[in-house]
């Protein structure tokens, strides 16, 4: 059975950084991209990173502009999102979801979701 | 970047009854090579993770009931929900992933009871 578990949301105070996590099991982790989006209170889904299979290839929405790096450890079978000087608008409920078949393809399985909140 | 839209932001639709929402994107997202639309919808409600529920613009997931259909092609594309249950109260999501960057979601539309 597929499952996703993100992890390592919290509150952070702006212009500081967070890691979040996306720990993977039940599929064979390496051959699948992964992709991460958000959901900021009261409005809609928004995607912000994806990464290959191999870690070759990576993804990012415009906003995140150069402040977030997404990476992969296959041994470890997590995705990490490492997200620096954020926001108050980054936040948001984060979700990893597994790219079908590479990383153009729908989303087939999703995580719970991460809250991560940035105020002072 | 193509953007994609979708109408109307919400509805109400009395149980029973059809529900279609509508999703427009900037470009089209019908491959040639194997005429194929890379085009998603999903069903997204509170406290829970957002659900596949059509790949390729019309081909239902495993276990979603054959109430839901997709329709379309190029750059205009349906949803609809043949008659409307209580639990299909939700927000539902067009997405496309043709091209860069390879997640784009329409805003949403909220279906509600009448």
């Known amino acids: 059975q597929v499952h996703l578990v993100e992890s390592g949301g919290g509150v952070v105070q702006p212009g500081r950084s967070l890691r979040l996590s996306c720990a993977a099991s039940?599929?064979?982790?390496?051959?699948?991209?992964i992709h991460w989006v958000r959901q900021a209170p009261g409005t809609g889904l928004e995607w912000v990173a994806a990464i290959s299979y191999d870690g070759n290839t990576k993804h990012y929405a415009d906003f995140v502009s150069g402040r977030f790096t997404v990476s992969r450890d296959n041994s470890k079978n997590t995705v990490y999102l490492q997200m620096n000087n954020l926001r108050a608008e980054d936040a948001a409920v984060y979700y990893c979801?597994?790219?079908?078949?590479?990383?153009?393809?729908?989303?087939?399985?999703w995580g719970q979701g991460t809250q991560v909140t940035v105020s002072s | 970047d193509t953007v994609m839209t979708q109408s109307p932001d919400s509805l109400a639709v009395s149980l029973g009854d059809r529900a279609t929402i509508n999703c427009k994107s900037s470009q089209s997202v019908l491959y040639s090579s194997n005429n194929k639309n890379y085009l998603a919808w999903y069903q997204h409600k509170p406290g829970q993770p957002p659900r596949l529920l059509i790949s390729w613009a019309s081909t239902r997931e495993s276990g979603v009931p054959d109430r839901f259909s997709g329709s379309g092609s190029g750059t205009d594309f349906t949803l609809t929900i043949s008659s409307l249950q209580t639990e299909d109260v939700a927000v539902y999501y067009c997405q496309q992933y043709y091209s860069s960057p390879p997640g784009t979601f329409g805003q949403g539309t909220k279906v509600e009871i009448k």
């Open positions: 039940g599929f064979t982790f390496s051959t699948y991209a």
């Open positions: 979801a597994r790219g079908n078949s590479g990383i153009y393809s729908q989303f087939d399985y």
